[in-house]
């Protein structure tokens, strides 16, 4: 079984993410899209489009996301099988959590480092 197959996005908190997203824009080029954050498209070592995406988005302090972590990041790793990677971590003795979501984005499901920092696991939706 693969396990991460990628980087499916990087999310991150800031004080004010409205000026920081801003600042990436401005500074950076990053092209902040209408949700707060922006999808990086794929491409092979030719320039050529690939299927896929890496999401970036930076997120208020106080979002709950993030817990019950305390970095104020969180890496989203794609993944084929969730519910069989879940499976494995659990029986490994891995700090799964117990909640999952799944939506028209994919399956979600989380793990617990061992620093503590809570990690998300992503299965894309068929095609993507």
Known sequence: MKRVTGIGGIFFQARDPVALRAWYQQHLGIEVDAWGGAS??????????TGGVTAWSVQPED???????????????????????????????????????????G?????IDPEGRKVELWEPPPGR
């Open 63 to 105: 979002r709950e996301a993030f817990g019950p972590s305390a970095p104020p990041f969180m890496v989203n790793y794609r993944v084929q099988d969730l519910t069989a990677l879940l499976q494995a971590l659990r029986a490994e003795g891995c700090e799964v959590l117990d909640k999952t979501d799944e939506s028209e984005f």
């Open 107 to 111: 399956k979600f499901g989380w793990v």
């Open 40 to 49: 990086f498209r794929w491409a092979d070592e030719n320039g050529q489009p």
